[in-house]
T-cell receptor, first 115, second 112 residues
Framework: NAGVMQNPRHLVRRRGQEARLRCSPMKGHSHVYWYRQLPEEGLKFMVYLQKENIIDESGMPKERFSAEFPKEGPSILRIQQVVRGDSAAYFC?????????????FGPGTRLLVL | KQEVTQIPAALSVPEGENLVLNCSFTDSAIYNLQWFRQDPGKGLTSLLLIQSSQREQTSGRLNASLDKSSGRSTLYIAASQPGDSATYLCAVWGNYGQNFVFGPGTRLSVLP
């Protein structure tokens, strides 16, 4: 059973470009969480999604950021018109549809660098 | 708003030492607390989970304690090894929340 997969592992973008980060949850998991880790800081919650629904986006910046988890395919975190302050590691976690949401399995992260 | 802090920010010890990492949180209304390990360039691995009704959890050389009323948790690592070198993150899950609140981590180096 493969773990949570994220790609790309590293992404370099110039200011103003778009960044698309993908997360494939563990098999059978229908809950996905995105976190952002700025340099020298802890992880900060961004958004919690279930299939085709955004459950909690209280940690998501109001502009330029969006997330989706379609019925088929991976979850996507999209950052439009990236700025240098978006440079960070973005982690995805997944949990099963039943049971404890705090039993989250983390992916290896995508390191985004904005030049 | 829940806030989680960890001290020290970094720690360097010789191999074989016992050590304690500290975590503090401001809101005691937590459902549970977890300690994670983060290796450079990799994701997080859950080490120990303590439910709010528990006082401690043990796994091998690791022991985590929880004092919910005072908003504190400690992670005790016995007989440290170079392979323990990593960043250790503390995270709380609130009674009302649907996500973790993480501390900034303690970066541990165990020297051979």
């Amino acid at each position: 059973n493969a773990g949570v997969m994220q790609n790309p592992r590293h992404l370099v973008r110039r200011r103003g470009q778009e960044a698309r980060l993908r997360c494939s949850p563990m098999k059978g998991h229908s809950h996905v969480y995105w976190y952002r880790q700025l340099p020298e800081e802890g992880l900060k919650f961004m958004v919690y999604l279930q299939k085709e629904n955004i459950i909690d986006e209280s940690g998501m910046p109001k502009e330029r950021f969006s997330a989706e988890f379609p019925k088929e395919g991976p979850s996507i975190l999209r950052i439009q018109q990236v700025v240098r302050g978006d440079s960070a590691a973005y982690f995805c976690a997944s949990s099963p549809p039943t049971g404890l949401q705090e039993t989250q399995y983390f992916g290896p992260g995508t390191r985004l660098l904005v030049l | 708003k829940q806030e989680v802090t960890q001290i020290p920010a970094a720690l360097s010890v010789p191999e074989g030492e016992n050590l304690v990492l500290n975590c503090s949180f401001t809101d005691s209304a937590i459902y549970n607390l977890q300690w994670f390990r983060q290796d450079p360039g990799k994701g997080l691995t859950s080490l120990l989970l303590i439910q709010s009704s528990q006082r401690e959890q043990t796994s091998g050389r690791l022991n985590a304690s929880l004092d919910k009323s005072s908003g504190r948790s400690t992670l005790y690592i016995a007989a440290s090894q170079p392979g323990d070198s990593a960043t250790y993150l503390c995270a709380v899950w609130g009674n009302y929340g649907q996500n973790f609140v993480f501390g900034p981590g303690t970066r541990l180096s165990v020297l051979p």
